[in-house]
């Protein structure tokens, strides 16, 4: 077939996957030395999350797609010098500083609701006072500024919590780190660069710039993987879309009208697939529809699901292998030792993958050694015990 942007363009399934592969940065070779910063500024936002088994999530994203970068590396590139923000996309992800112009428009709908779930006792007085305390003493945590909470549940947040997340959600204050986990919160005036540090962009021109980035990370996209790449609304993206310079294509099997990446056409996705396991939070299955019509493949994390109701365990990581998942594996530390507690395969052939990821992440997070507790089916026990010894 040829490659060329048309709105009779017709794609097969297999294109469409080669083509969300490689726009996701799995397939042909990565940009090494762009290193974590281009992997963030390819994929628009990277999504954060608390859980940490092998890592976290956001450690586990560029590893993903460079292999055994270092852990502190990945941390000093996503916050240091001013490169990156966390704020809502897609969920709290870490964005690419150049895209805070691009959500003015949350900020303002933020701002027009006049608050977020919690209700301040004096709004003004509260802000007031994080945002001289940040004047005069810098970035600073929740904790620093007074303290996160009131003593109850988690969600009990204090007047000072509730307020500098007011803030950060209008966009007075912006998280550009992270420290012990905790977001660092600085005043936007500070700590984003003049040249970005404005609204002047009206909410039309905002989600056209979104939806158009989503469709390059995605390369190939309905209109419901284009909505939920940076949590937008159907209507919003619909009324965009003719707008973005995304392609209409015809995706086999897919029953909705797609759009393609004009860069994602203009040549054929080859080139090396990348084995490895995926955090479930990794930008090319975070959307479970789009994972099972590309894929074929049903996953859901089950970390607050009941125990005895888990299928494939707390954290099972999807395992990526010649562009197709094929199996899961749920891996937890223990000292120098990585272990997979349940690993799930589709059959013999995902056998020496599943080695080959088990035995860079281990040696990625400076385990040893390596150690598998369960294999379904279970006649993949004794092959993937050998495919591992044999490192």
């Known amino acids: 077939m040829t490659f060329l942007p048309s709105p009779e363009l017709a794609l097969s399934a297999d294109e469409a996957r080669r083509i969300a592969l490689r726009a996701q940065g799995f397939l042909g070779a990565p940009d090494r030395r762009a290193g974590t910063r281009g992997v963030l500024r390819s994929l628009g936002a990277v999504q954060l999350d608390t859980i940490s088994v092998l890592a976290r999530s956001h450690e586990l994203i560029p590893y993903a797609r460079l292999g055994a970068v270092g852990r502190a ?9 001013g490169h990156a923000f966390e704020y809502w996309s897609h969920a709290a992800c870490i964005l690419p500083i150049e895209e805070w112009p ?29 945002l001289d305390r940040l004047k005069i003493d810098g970035p600073l945590t929740s904790t620093e500024l007074g303290g996160a909470k009131n003593g109850g549940p ?12 007011w803030l950060l959600d209008t966009g007075e204050v912006v998280c550009v780190q992270r420290r012990g986990w905790k977001r660092v919160y600085d005043l936007a005036e500070r700590a984003v660069p003049d040249a970005l540090l404005h609204d002047d962009i009206d909410d039309t021109e905002c989600v056209r710039r979104l939806v158009t980035q989503a469709g390059a990370a995605m390369g190939v996209a309905t209109r419901a993987d284009l909505a939920d790449y940076h949590r937008l609304k159907g209507e919003q993206v619909a009324a965009v879309l003719d707008s973005t310079g995304l392609v209409p294509v015809e995706v086999e099997g897919w029953g909705k009208p797609a759009w393609a990446d004009p860069a994602a056409l203009a040549s054929p996705p080859r080139g090396r697939h990348r084995t490895t396991l995926l955090s479930p939070f990794d ?25 005895p109701k888990r299928v494939h365990g707390y954290f099972a990581m999807p395992l990526l292998a010649g562009g197709r998942l094929v199996g ?7 000292g120098s ?44 026990s004794a092959p993937l015990a050998a495919a591992l010894a044999r490192g």
Not at 73 to 81: C, G, I, K, L, N
Not at 154 to 165: G, L, M, N, R
Request: net charge positive; aromatic share 10%.
């Open 73 to 81: 590396d990945v941390e000093r590139a996503y916050w240091s010098d």
């Open 102 to 130: 691009h959500f003015a428009f949350r900020r303002r709908a933020r701002r027009a609701r006049g608050h977020r779930w919690h209700v301040l006792e004096d709004a003004e007085r509260s802000s007031a006072a994080v």
């Open 154 to 165: 988690w969600w009990d947040w204090s007047e000072t919590k509730i307020a500098v997340e």
């Open 283 to 307: 930008s090319l299955i975070w959307d479970r529809p789009r994972t099972e019509r590309i894929f074929g493949f049903t996953h859901r994390l089950e970390a607050y699901t009941p125990k």
């Open 328 to 334: 899961r594996v749920d891996p937890a530390r223990e």
């Open 337 to 380: 030792t990585l272990v997979a507690r349940q690993v799930t395969l589709d059959g013999p052939k995902a056998v020496q993958p599943a080695a080959e990821a088990i035995t860079e992440a281990a040696g990625w997070v400076g385990c040893t050694q390596t150690r598998v507790e369960r294999v379904l089916p279970d006649s993949l």
